[in-house]
């Protein structure tokens, strides 16, 4: 595949215990190999930044028996893997001796900190995930191995397409374990530059203050209406656009201008067939943003199944275009709230383009509401609204992290803030 790490990292950490390896299975192998031409092995090789050979982790796949019957997991040890220098190059081997015989399968390879250290571990670890996207997969981004918080469903698929052969797929229990995550595209350029290979959006030629809008097509099935309606910050599915100045190779993860999370309001039905949802986003000013990436995110709470198809993004209105009336917002907009961390209140200041009906609602952590403070029809313009800290019965809430969502029209953004005491 291609460069899979460089946009959460430029390197894999020296002086950090990587735990690394992969899940085998084999049927029919050669027993017993005396020589390493008959061995079947898994090998992670690393490089420093002038190209010069740091070393090699090589895993033996067993074979002390023809069949292993099951997915194993084959790792490495404590200490195994340190690397005495930042590694600028890492290649994933997985390899057959020129005297093995059989069929052996390898999958999630797995590449982290122990000890919660950052190894420069985030990067697609299922075989077959095509060029141009990238993903995070809880707990660690998905190569930890850990493959029981419902997220090893997640793949691309020829079950359903809006159009094509091929949809992405998620696919999530219902006693599956709370975490957010996203599959997303590599960072496309907004300033009519050619993409780098693989990219999975074409370029667009975008300015400063420039609305785009970007389309997915989705399919859901396995909903659950009465969760969605309880917990509507948590228990949803939405889009996640983030801004670069780059997208270079090895940029590393630096954004800039808004990070917004914006889901959507799906029908209170458990399913429903492929349906466009849209998001117009505003192209940040005064940041140089060069290049956007977007994130087609699953949330904490969200079970059931949905189908993701042909994402588009196109320019609907420059800065220099006609907006209405002067002055006036372009898009749904709301803001970090001020200040942050807070204690004991906050300010939060939103936006609509037009006349919408309005809920601003304060949710726990675990998605369940806190307070209403704004649900009525506004006009166009821009709002700002204060919480003091309370919920909706008057009593002061704890130290924690909050979630505070905009619900106007059919847009909705989600917000984090931090009430410290």
């Known amino acids: 595949s291609d460069n899979m790490c460089d946009i959460w990292s430029p390197v894999n950490n020296k002086n950090v215990d990587i735990f690394l390896g992969a899940y085998v299975r084999t049927l029919g192998v050669n027993t017993n190999p005396a020589t390493n031409d008959a061995k079947w092995y898994i090998a992670y090789d690393f490089w420093d930044s002038a190209g010069a050979f740091i070393g090699e982790t090589k895993l033996p796949i067993p074979q002390t028996s023809a069949s292993s019957g099951q997915w194993i997991a084959d790792t490495n040890g404590v200490g195994a893997t340190i690397l005495p220098k930042d590694a600028w190059k890492t290649i994933v081997k997985f390899v057959a001796g020129k005297n093995a015989t059989g069929t052996v399968w390898a999958d999630d390879f797995m590449l982290y900190g122990r000890g919660g250290q950052w190894a420069g571990q985030d990067w697609n670890t299922g075989v077959g995930v095509p060029s141009g996207w990238y993903y995070w997969l809880p707990p660690n981004g998905g190569n930890d191995g850990l493959l029981n918080d419902g997220f090893e469903n997640t793949m691309v698929t020829s079950e359903a397409a809006h159009s094509g052969m091929y949809s992405l797929k998620f696919n ?194 675990l998605g369940q509401k806190i307070r209403s403070l ?48």
């Open 172 to 365: 999530l229990p219902f006693t599956r374990t709370p975490h957010d995550a996203f599959v997303g595209t590599r960072r496309f350029l907004i300033d009519g530059s050619e993409p780098i290979p693989g990219n999975t959006l074409a370029s667009l030629t975008a300015s400063e203050g420039d609305v785009i809008r970007l389309q997915v097509w989705i399919k859901a099935s396995n909903l659950v209406p009465d969760s969605a309606a309880l917990y509507p910050g948590t228990w949803s599915v939405g889009l996640t656009p983030l801004w670069f100045t780059t997208d270079a190779n090895n940029a590393g993860y630096n954004s800039v201008g808004p990070s917004n999370d914006y889901t959507w309001a799906f029908p209170a039905v458990t399913q429903f067939d492929w349906t466009p949802y849209t998001l117009d986003v505003q192209v940040p000013t005064g940041v140089n943003a060069k290049a956007l990436e977007v994130r087609l995110h699953v949330y904490s709470r969200f079970t059931g199944t949905i189908y993701f198809d042909d994402l588009s993004a196109q320019v609907v209105q420059t800065a220099t275009g006609v907006a209405g009336q002067q002055g006036l917002p372009k898009i749904y907009e709301l803001a970090q709230n001020y200040p942050n961390p807070f204690n004991p209140t906050t300010n939060i200041q939103f936006a609509v383009p037009r006349e919408s009906r309005v809920v601003l609602t304060i949710y726990n952590i």
């Open 374 to 421: 704004v649900d009525d029809s506004r006009g166009a313009g821009r709002y700002e609204v204060t919480w003091d800290g309370k919920d909706d019965h008057g009593a002061n809430v704890g130290t924690g992290l909050y979630l505070y969502r905009l619900q106007a029209g059919d847009h909705a953004i989600v917000r984090k803030m931090l009430l410290l005491k």
